[in-house]
């Protein structure tokens, strides 16, 4: 079985106190080893990153609201070219790539050099919740599993539990794959979110660990 490392949306604007809309607790020193292990063992590392405009539906300072008529009303955060949209410092690999929010790109070619070894990260753009919003996450996925020709078994982290980490590790499971929680390397925003949250991984078939679990 293959083992593919997870990054959440380990970002500035969430994971650092002076971001826009920090996660309380966000363990960067755990998300840093993550990855530091990852690619010291030659794992390959899928991952989403939060990417707005600066008129984002989802922020207070526009009128825009979302497709069913959503107004979260957030901070501005992640807005793409920013400081906070950039990745918390130490969790890229040396080589990674940013797969944009598209309705169609050629995936292929890097899907060949993850199975290579030659890019160690790939990073899906999103705008709502769940990595698979971006619709090239989906095919990349089944693409990659199909070129490794075993089972993947996927190592889910990042921030918040209760939000979009718990999107795509339900995601993950819902599609059949083998998903682990490292709960100690993930920080949700209220306790109660993030305990509905989990139990409704574990329904779903999400094992939860802690990162000296998943690092032997």
């Not at 080589?95 to 890097?110: D, L």
């Not at 070129?147 to 990042?158: K, N």
């Not at 993930?186 to 993030?194: M, P």
Request: aromatic letters at 10%; one cysteine or more.
């Amino acid at each position: 079985m293959r083992t593919i490392f997870v990054d959440v949306d380990v970002q500035r604007d969430f994971c650092e106190p002076s971001g826009s809309l920090y996660v309380k607790g966000s363990p960067t020193d755990a998300m840093r080893r993550l990855v530091a292990y990852a690619v010291a063992r030659h794992i390959p590392i899928l991952g989403s990153v939060d990417s707005h405009a600066w008129d984002a539906w989802e922020f207070a300072s526009t009128s825009a609201t979302g497709p069913n008529g959503e107004k979260p009303n957030f901070p501005e955060h992640c807005v793409k070219g920013t400081p906070g949209w950039l990745k918390v410092d130490g969790t890229l690999p040396p080589r990674f790539r940013f797969v944009p929010n598209v309705a169609s790109a050629p995936i292929a070619p890097i899907v060949d050099e993850v199975v290579r070894g030659e890019t160690q990260g790939v990073y899906f753009e999103k705008e709502v919740y769940s990595l698979f919003v971006n619709p090239l996450a989906d095919p990349f996925v089944k693409a990659l599993a199909e070129r490794y020709g075993e089972p993947l078994s996927f190592v889910v982290f990042g921030v918040a539990t209760d939000y979009c980490v718990r999107a795509a590790a339900l995601g993950l499971a819902e599609r059949g794959y083998t998903t682990t929680l490292v709960t100690d390397a993930s920080a949700g925003i209220t306790e109660e979110g993030v305990a509905k949250a989990l139990q409704e991984m574990r329904a779903a078939g999400v094992k939860l660990a802690t990162s000296s679990q998943v690092t032997p």
